[in-house]
């Protein structure tokens, strides 16, 4: 197992991640839990070693992902029909660990053409300590289907986590895609979108915070347009203490996706010492498409500080203010209570970096804006 | 009464406001009047603790002395100041923005309706739709509507002192009347302003007591109302030198 490590390290798109102070060995699996909510009758339970979509995950494999997909361990399967809506949220937890212990889970998300649906996925981890958390969620969405997929890992300083995600689009389907990411020793994540059919398309959002020295939120996301009329946009924040971000952020639009179009905007904003990794990509294979991409970072605007102060707003009260704004368009793409849940995550992973008004205030102004709506 | 005493600034080293004294009494609307680039601006930022201007000199509001504060501790001894270009703060919505500020001025948070009723009340005053408050502050307004929600701001506050820095550009006749309302609605023993225009039509809609002109940094004429008529037909070169 110690090989994983050598393997990983010698890849380019690890180069950038921390991988010191981590073994694949001297853990103890632990139970997993696991607990859905919503989705009546469209989650069940995988078991151990029951195989599912692993086509997604057949090639271009890292080391992480073998290991995965040769444990094939329990999760949760959403299916939902073909033609079907459903309103509510469908919520998706895995938690359970103790000091020392690694838990591996897998999910899978099944939407039939013209199905409509909204998963939530958690990791929901009590402070343990050390933990390594590894996990595959498989995506697949027939021609038409429209899925809104949350992901939330807002988790405890110790945790090592390994998360890869692959989705499969056929033509029409839409993927709306927001991703919260924050605390732990080290988050990595490896998403990889396929847009395989005619006019299907994926808009994602990422919210990356990372507050403490030691601390790596690695994320990154490729999407391959592999047909004509195939659009992605891809929208990252990256909030940085005194840790360190990472995003890569990639689009391949291979010959013949004619029509194609790639936005990809990344914005950080620098809180504290910490570090912040944008690794933009665009490999264009087609003449007629459009393809562009940007990445800015920054300190919090003075100017910005010093409206707020020139209104009563003491600085840290208004430093708080700047970040949630700058968040806001990620946050809102999770609903009540979930989005409450997400910013108590991201102020945690941020400790003193965050020096705002606390979630109590944010969350009864965005209620009431929300009431008035 | 906001008392200045001697008040210079400057800007990496260079001079902006050059040994300024001014008195202005409660209840009492000042205009401050002077060619581009004469330090009219640098004059409110200064007052108001912009981090960029290193100040000497004195200044007082209702004895409070204000120099040795930070900028939202000035707001809190009752000082305002309407920006001529207010800065756009994306994401931060102009509801969760003003609430804070209210809070802030008033020393404790306002209830959700008692808030929502007067910002609305306000907005409606300034001929501003309330669908603003759900807005980015300042995030793609107009100019208009910019100084629109300066105003609303001001009249939430409820300063003793307010700097106006040129509320007039940017608005439409009927804007710089719905501006002219709401400073006018404000004047009375507790409130005094200066006001920092270059042309007299605001003065017409709200008449000053004083006029001050103000050229490379220093005030080089008071008068009364009369001499923002004078340098409306002579323009400012007289006052030059």
Known sequence: MTDMLELLRAREEWRRTDLSGFSPEGWTEADLFLHARGGNGLVRELGAGEPLFTSLFSAALSPVEEVLLRRAPRGFFVSVPPGAKVEEPIELRYGGGGEGSSLFHRTAILLGEEAEATVIEALDFRPSGRLWVSALTEIRLAAGARLTYLGISLVWPGIWSFWSRRAELASGAGLRWAVAEGGGRLLRRDDLVFLRGEGSSVRAFYLLASGSRGSQVDGGMTVEHESPETVSRLLVRGLVGDGRVVFRGRGRIIPGARGASADHRARGLLLGSGRLDIVPGLLIGEHEVEASHGAVASAPDEEELFYLASRGIERRQALGLLVEGFARPVLEMFPHPVREEVWRGVESSLGEAVPGRGLEGWTENQRAEGDRS | ?241
Request: charged letters at 25%; hydrophobic letters at 40%.
């Open chain 2, 1 to 241: 009464m906001l008392k200045v005493e001697d008040l210079s600034a400057e800007v990496a080293g260079r001079p902006v406001v050059r040994g300024v004294s001014m008195e202005i009494p409660p209840g009492e609307v000042h205009a401050l009047m002077g060619p581009n680039g004469s330090g009219k601006t640098s004059f409110a930022l200064a007052l108001m603790g912009h981090p960029r201007y290193r100040v000497t000199g004195r200044a007082r509001l209702d004895g409070v002395e204000l120099l040795s504060l930070p900028p939202h501790e000035r707001v809190r001894a009752g000082l305002f100041l309407a920006f001529q270009h207010p800065v756009e703060v994306p994401g931060v919505t102009v509801y969760q923005f003003l609430r804070a500020a209210v809070a802030a001025a008033r020393g404790r948070e306002p209830g959700l309706r008692e808030f929502y009723g007067e910002l609305e009340e306000r907005m409606r005053q300034l001929e501003l739709d309330p669908s603003f408050a759900r807005r980015g502050v300042n995030e793609g307004f107009s100019g208009g509507e910019k100084k629109r929600h300066e105003m609303v701001q001001m009249l939430l506050l409820r300063p003793r002192f307010a700097f106006l820095d040129e509320p007039d550009s940017g608005l439409d006749v009927d804007g710089l009347k719905a501006v002219a309302r709401a400073v006018n609605s404000l004047r009375g023993p507790h409130f005094s302003c200066l006001i920092i225009t270059h042309y007299p039509r605001i003065l017409k809609e709200v008449p000053p007591d004083r006029v001050h002109v103000m050229v490379e940094g220093e005030i080089v004429r008071s008068g009364g109302p009369e001499l923002a008529r004078l340098i409306d037909e002579e323009g400012y070169e007289w006052l030059r030198g």
